[in-house]
C-alpha cells in the first residue's frame, strides 16, 4: 500500500519561507503526475502545484512566482520551496497524485503564516 508522508510545515512570519519534503513509499513515484495540495479552515482542498516525471510543472495562480516545486524520482520524494509566504498560504499540505484517483491521503504538515 502506498504511504505518504509530509514534512517541514511549521509557524513563519509573513514573508518568510519554508521547505517542504513528502516521502513516498511503493510505486508513486513511478506516476506521471505528482503535486502538492492544500486545505485551509473551512475551505475545499486546493491544488497548488504539479510536476511531471519528465519536469513539466505547473503552478496555481495564487503561489505562482512564489512556490517552487521538484521532485527526486531516486529519492521518492517531492518538494515545495514556499518563499515570500502570505497569512492566506496558513492551510494544511499535502502531496499526492494528479489528478484523481488519489492515494490514499498522508497526515499532512501544518503551514502557519502569521506575525
Known amino acids: 500500500q502506498v504511504q505518504l508522508v509530509e514534512s517541514g510545515g511549521g509557524l513563519v512570519q509573513p514573508g518568510g519561507s519554508l521547505r517542504l519534503s513528502c516521502t513516498g513509499s511503493g510505486i508513486i513515484f513511478s506516476v506521471k503526475f505528482m503535486g502538492w495540495y492544500r486545505q485551509a479552515p473551512g475551505k475545499e482542498r486546493e491544488l497548488v502545484a504539479s510536476i511531471s516525471s519528465g519536469g513539466r510543472i505547473n503552478y496555481a495562480d495564487s503561489v505562482k512566482g512564489r512556490f517552487t516545486i521538484s521532485r527526486d524520482n531516486a529519492k521518492n520524494t517531492v518538494y515545495l520551496q514556499m518563499n515570500s509566504l502570505k497569512p492566506e498560504d496558513t492551510a494544511v499540505y499535502y502531496c499526492?497524485?494528479?489528478?484523481?484517483?488519489?492515494?490514499?491521503w498522508g497526515q499532512g504538515t501544518q503551514v502557519t503564516v502569521s506575525s
Open positions: 499526492n497524485r494528479v489528478p484523481s484517483p488519489w492515494f490514499s
